[in-house]
Each structure stands twice: as C-alpha cells, then as structure tokens.
C-alpha cells in the first residue's frame, strides 16, 4: 500500500498570513497513462469533507483561488496564500493512482493563532 | 440541486449488522463510480469501498473485506454498504462520495455507526 505521510501535523496560522502543508507518498504517484492523481480534501469543524485540489494542481469549482496545489512525484503541497477564518479545519492529502487501497495522509488541524 | 443523502447509522451490538443507503438525486448517477469513506472518533479519513458506475468491479479496504458489500440500484439512484460482524473499530461517520476524475468531488452529510454493547 502506499504510505501518504503529512507535515506538519497541526499548523497555527496567523490571519492574512500564508501557509503550507506538504505531503509526501512512499512511491511514485505517475500513473501509467502519465497522470499524477493527488488531491486535498478540506473538512471544516462539523461538516463533510470537500475537495479541493484534484490530480495535484487542480483547484475544484467553487474553490478560492488563494488555494494552490504543486508538486510531482512523492512529494506534493497545498498552499493558502492567505489564511481566512474559514480554513480553519483538517486538511487531508488522498492519492488515487495505485488502488487499492485509496490512501490519506494523517491530516493536518489548521487553526488560528 | 445535487446531493447525496445518507442514511441507516445507528446503534448496533458488536456481531450485529447494519445497511447504510445514499440517496442520489441531481446527477445521472449512472455515469459515476461511487465510494465509501469513513472517519472514526479522533482519526482520519479512510476508504472504505469503491464500486464501478455499472456495479461491477468492487473493490475494499481489507478491514473490512470479506465483512462489508457495496452495492447499487441505478434505476433507483441508490448506493448501499450492507455492514455484518460489525466490530468496536468500525465506529464510524460514513459518508458516500462521488467519484469525478478523481474521488470525492460530492460528499454526502454522513451518518454515524456506533458499534457497542
């Protein structure tokens, strides 16, 4: 199975400010048809889970543009170019290339400072 | 509008059984694979069970594998788990979610599996 590992695993962020999250898998996410199939998922306190970011860089409709997704290979990241009292929550990295199993980073608790 | 509704959770012995329905409307569900995920107390997300968007190739997390059957009825607009020899570590939110390039693109509310004597 693959092994999704986060960091950090709680990250206190100050309003306006930016933040990262990074995510790294134990093998390659290229799929054989040259696609990388990693998302990020948010889960807000209390509510279901939402997607963000699907196959590394693609933000979902309805996302806001302060969110961003890079990376390739085993090592990927999400970016908020500036924290809102909104994006308080989990953030989950999940790859879908090499299934099954589909897997989920351990989360990481956005909160603010 | 599209959503997804689950239903079905509850309180449950350990051994017992359980079947959990999503109810889907907003959509042509028969063109979509479907999952479950779920999220224990004080854990992560976890896959739980994927199915093809014609009902065939299912696929599961070996947790519950050989224990849990996904199903679907697309006349219906219906996806199902039918849960048996529920354990203590299956408590659990449940949520169905659409699969859309990738997983999760629509996520239902979630219900709550409490698996305890």
């Known amino acids: 199975d693959v092994v999704m590992t986060q960091s950090p695993l709680s990250l206190p962020v100050t309003l306006g400010q930016p933040a990262s999250i990074s995510c790294r898998s134990s093998?390659?996410?290229?799929?054989?048809?040259?696609?990388?199939?990693l998302n990020w998922f948010q889960q807000r306190p209390g509510q279901s889970p939402r997607r963000l970011i699907y196959?590394?860089?693609n933000r979902d409709s309805g996302v806001p543009d302060r969110f961003s997704g890079s990376g390739s290979g085993t090592y990927f990241t999400l970016k908020i170019s500036r924290v809102e009292a909104e994006d308080v929550g989990i953030y989950y990295c999940?790859?879908?290339?090499?299934?099954?199993?589909?897997?989920f980073g351990q989360g990481t608790k956005l909160e603010i400072k | 509008e599209v959503q997804l509704v689950e239903s079905g959770g509850g309180l449950v012995q350990p051994g017992g059984s359980l079947r959990l329905s999503c109810a889907v409307s907003?959509?042509?569900?028969?063109?979509?694979?479907m999952h479950w995920f779920r999220r224990a107390p004080g854990q992560g997300l976890a896959w739980v069970s994927r199915?093809?968007?014609?009902?065939?190739?299912?696929t599961y997390a070996d947790s519950v594998k050989g224990r849990f059957t996904i199903s679907r009825d697309n006349a219906k607009n219906m996806l199902y788990l039918q849960m048996s020899s529920l354990r203590a570590e299956d408590t659990a939110v449940y949520y169905c979610?659409?699969?859309?390039?990738?997983?999760?693109?629509?996520w239902g509310q979630g219900t709550l599996v409490l698996v305890s004597s």
């Open positions: 979610a659409r699969d859309n390039i990738s997983p999760g693109d629509l």
């Open positions: 907003g959509f042509r569900f028969s063109s979509y694979h």
């Open positions: 199915i093809e968007d014609d009902g065939t190739l299912l």
């Open positions: 093998q390659s996410l290229v799929h054989s048809n040259g696609n990388t199939y």
């Open positions: 196959n590394v860089f």
């Open positions: 999940l790859q879908s290339t090499h299934w099954p199993p589909y897997t």
